[in-house]
């Protein structure tokens, strides 16, 4: 089953293909063939009828973004009743494939450090200077991502973390992630340690001199730590 995240990503990238489009009409055409959908099954699972859809395709209609979020939607609902078949060959040449990540979302609007240290139940480690606002998270299961990445795969998914927090669980000292860290050209400006078992000095003190700040999660177990996460998705604060 593909992961929630991969097909958000994915969903993003479909319907900006199709507004990028030269012929919207043709770009959507594409997408349902290209899922194998015909215009009556799409039409039934959006509620609507099928000449709208091949209005649509033909440029009698132009839509607008709403339409085209509930086309993609539509096409991702049916590829889910299909076992998410045309979805798992997307994620592969989307270079989606990160079996180590646990969720990742946007941030509607972006939210400050404090909202994000009650969301996870945190304690501040250490504070930093020049805190931006956080646009996104990306929950890492830290064991799988130590012991499954090559070092051109670390890079590729550092390139995830731009304004965004990262979250690592299974943590035992926090000086592994951190140290990761420190090397790579790409940082994040806090890191969520999800109950290490005890913290390493080291890692605190490497993360103040590379301007990362640390919080510590204590929520109980990494369903509730990203159940309140996703809470954060549609936050109001500016």
Avoid at 10 to 36: C, H, P, Q, T, Y
Avoid at 202 to 217: M, Q, T
Wanted: hydrophobic share 45%; proline share 4%; with cysteine.
């Amino acid at each position: 089953m593909a992961s929630d995240y991969v097909i958000e990503l994915i969903a993003k990238r479909i319907a900006g293909d199709i507004v990028w489009s030269s012929n919207i009409g043709l770009s959507m055409k594409k997408w349902r063939e290209m899922f194998g959908i015909s215009q009556s099954e799409l039409a039934r699972v959006l509620g609507i009828s099928q000449t709208v859809i091949a209005d649509y395709e033909r440029g009698r209609r132009q839509p607008g973004s709403a339409f085209v979020k509930k086309f993609v939607q539509g096409l991702i609902e049916i590829d889910e009743r299909r076992g998410f078949k045309v979805i798992s060959e997307l994620s592969k040449s989307f270079t989606l494939n990160f079996p180590f990540i646990m969720d990742m979302r946007d941030f509607e609007t972006p939210i400050c450090f404090d909202e994000l240290t009650i969301a996870v139940d945190g304690i501040p480690l250490n504070s930093t200077i020049n805190l931006k606002k956080i646009y996104g998270y990306v929950v890492v299961d830290s064991l799988t991502a130590i012991t499954a990445l090559s070092g051109m795969e670390f890079y590729q998914f550092l390139s995830l973390v731009f304004n965004r927090v990262i979250v690592f669980t299974k943590v035992t000292s926090g000086r592994s992630p951190i140290i990761a860290l420190k090397i790579s050209p790409v940082k994040p400006d806090v890191v969520v340690l999800h109950k290490p078992l005890k913290m390493d000095p080291l890692s605190i003190d490497l993360a103040d001199k590379e301007g990362i700040n640390i919080i510590v999660s204590t929520k109980r177990n990494e369903e509730e730590l990203i159940k309140s996460l996703r809470t954060l998705v549609h936050s109001k604060s500016l």
